[in-house]
């Protein structure tokens, strides 16, 4: 994009529009301004005025954020200057906004897009980026769409992707090597998985192997895009086929004798399979930084393509898409897409792809870079990741409320003698009554 003034819709930008509206119902604000106001014609002339944006950050806050995202902003444009604030939760969210210390811009993903919403903390970008020339035939279009619809199907575009989460299939070589088994490959289906979580899961010389971790039922739902909530009916919807297979497929994972979660949860997911090292193999996201650190002491690990449902091949689950957008009550909107323009930039974008991180954007030279610029991923099948393409994001409703009530009855169903399709009903009604006790308060 070349070097000139951002101009934004009066109407959109909301600067002295949109008020806050108080302490009541979620600590939130709202308002819309008129959208039929003529724009100013851009102008080539860069605004220079030096501003500190405040800034809300979902991603850690570390080393390799700030020289991937902070450095170049300063570096292009030395004028801009960033108070950062963690906002990984919308706990942070609420106080953030009950202090006034409402952000001018944020990095959040697009499951996080409805919470948001309800807090007024976002706004439709699409006719500023059209007006400034920023060119979204670069982007990747499924991850356009998982931003656009994370709310409604009516496509506002409330901000753009810098980054994306996958999902992969991580394994302990130590473990296969102990006793024989072959390495896990890319292209394997859930069932074929679950026939070496069989073989890998012993008992040996006083310690449990466990020969597949799931990390929760919810994830191995995601492949199959299922939702929890009918969006017309308000009301649960977990009763269905496609629950009942997924509920039954997690249980024959951790009916293997021995594979259950161990009661000590230091020994299960991400924790134990890097620091315990008795779990063979681990579903997860975009977990390189975590590995890393444990290779250093010791774990030899690689990684494969995400299994998949032979009927959604190649599929893996929600790409938690990483997006930054403008809040609309900012009064510095110019420098707002200024920061924008770089965070997704080729050149940004080309780093980002390097460091093991996926890029949204469409050039392959870009995607080709993915994790060849990190030196301890060398060794590593990264290439079998990309192998994999994520499920069209759902547009989740009272997503909250209704995941720790589908984990919390999975974990049941896996001690009970019940079939699925009870456990499944009872689900609905424990999940249906949750709403409408959240639905009193409001």
Not at 92 to 99: H, M, N, P, R, T
Not at 335 to 361: A, H, K, W, Y
Not at 369 to 375: E, I, K, L, N, T
Request: aromatic letters at 10%; one cysteine or more; a neutral charge.
């Amino acid at each position: 994009m070349s070097k000139k003034r951002f101009t934004y819709l009066l109407g959109l930008a909301v600067a002295g529009a949109v008020v806050l509206a108080g302490c009541g119902g979620n600590g939130g604000y709202s308002g819309k301004g008129s959208e039929k106001e003529t724009a100013p014609a851009p102008s080539n002339t860069v605004n220079t005025t030096p501003v500190t944006l405040k800034f809300a950050v979902h991603l850690p806050i570390n080393d390799e954020f700030m020289q991937l995202y902070i450095e170049p902003v300063k570096k292009k444009y030395p004028h801009i200057s960033f108070e950062l604030f963690d906002a990984s939760n919308f706990k942070e969210w609420d106080q953030l906004i009950a202090s006034n210390e409402v952000p001018d811009l944020y990095i959040s993903f697009n499951g996080n897009m409805p919470g948001l919403k309800d807090r007024g903390v976002i706004m439709d970008m699409k006719p500023l980026f059209e007006i400034n020339g920023f060119d979204l035939n670069r982007f990747q279009q499924n991850y356009l769409d998982d931003i656009q619809y994370a709310v409604t199907e009516k496509g506002e575009l409330y901000g753009l992707p810098i980054e994306t989460a996958f999902h992969a299939l991580y394994y302990n070589k130590d473990l296969f090597d102990k006793f024989g088994v072959a390495y896990p490959t890319d292209g394997m289906t859930m069932e074929q998985a679950l026939e070496i979580a069989k073989k890998m899961t012993r008992y040996e010389n006083g310690v449990q192997y466990r020969g597949w971790d799931i990390a929760s039922v919810v994830r191995l739902a995601q492949p199959l895009g299922l939702v929890y909530i009918d969006p017309k009916t308000e009301k649960a919807i977990t009763s269905s086929e496609s629950w009942r297979r997924v509920f039954e497929l997690g249980k024959q994972i951790y009916s293997i004798p021995g594979n259950e979660p161990s009661k000590d949860s230091k020994k299960n997911g991400l924790t134990g399979f890097t620091q315990d090292r008795t779990i063979a193999m681990l579903n997860e996201t975009s977990k390189f930084s975590q590995m890393k650190e444990a290779e250093k002491q010791g774990l030899r690990w690689d990684v494969v393509q995400h299994p998949f449902y032979a009927e959604k091949p190649n599929v893996y689950g929600n790409s938690t898409v990483y997006m930054v957008g403008a809040v609309p009550t900012t009064k510095h909107m110019d420098q707002v897409l200024q920061v924008i323009e770089v965070l997704t930039s080729d050149e940004v974008q080309m780093n980002v792809s390097r460091s093991g991180r996926i890029s949204p954007l469409k050039s392959e030279e870009i995607r080709k870079a993915f994790g060849q610029g990190d030196p301890a991923l060398a060794d590593k099948n990264v290439a079998g990741i990309l192998k994999g393409t994520p499920v069209k994001y759902p547009i989740y409703l009272y997503r909250e409320i209704a995941e720790p009530l589908i984990n919390k009855k999975f974990n049941e169903f896996v001690g009970r003698a019940d079939d699925a399709n009870t456990v499944l009903r009872e689900l609905d009604h424990e999940i249906n009554q949750a709403i409408e006790i959240e639905k009193q308060k409001k």
